[in-house]
């Protein structure tokens, strides 16, 4: 089972806050407090910034999807680790 984060994003001029860093934490919290054993979320293949960010908050790379031009990384991470 798992929980799931879609279309997140953080205004520009916020950049540098960790906003996102909270947010995925929140969403972390969440999915273990609902029992899921994983938090997954996906992004464009091409964006290398983006990736290595997700990588960063203890993702992992768990495969790609080609959707006609459209190349999407799935990423996964094990909430039952997350605020021990």
Request: with cysteine; glycine share 12%.
């Amino acid at each position: 089972m798992a929980g799931y984060v879609h279309s997140m994003a953080v205004r520009s001029e916020m950049h540098g806050q960790n906003l996102g860093g909270l947010i995925l934490f929140w969403a972390m919290m969440k999915a273990k407090q609902e029992g899921k054993q994983f938090l997954r979320l996906d992004c464009v293949a091409g964006n290398g910034r983006l990736r290595r960010y997700y990588e960063e908050q203890g993702f992992s790379c768990r495969g790609k999807v080609v959707d006609w031009d459209y190349v999407a990384a799935l990423y996964e991470l094990d909430v039952r680790e997350v605020g021990r």
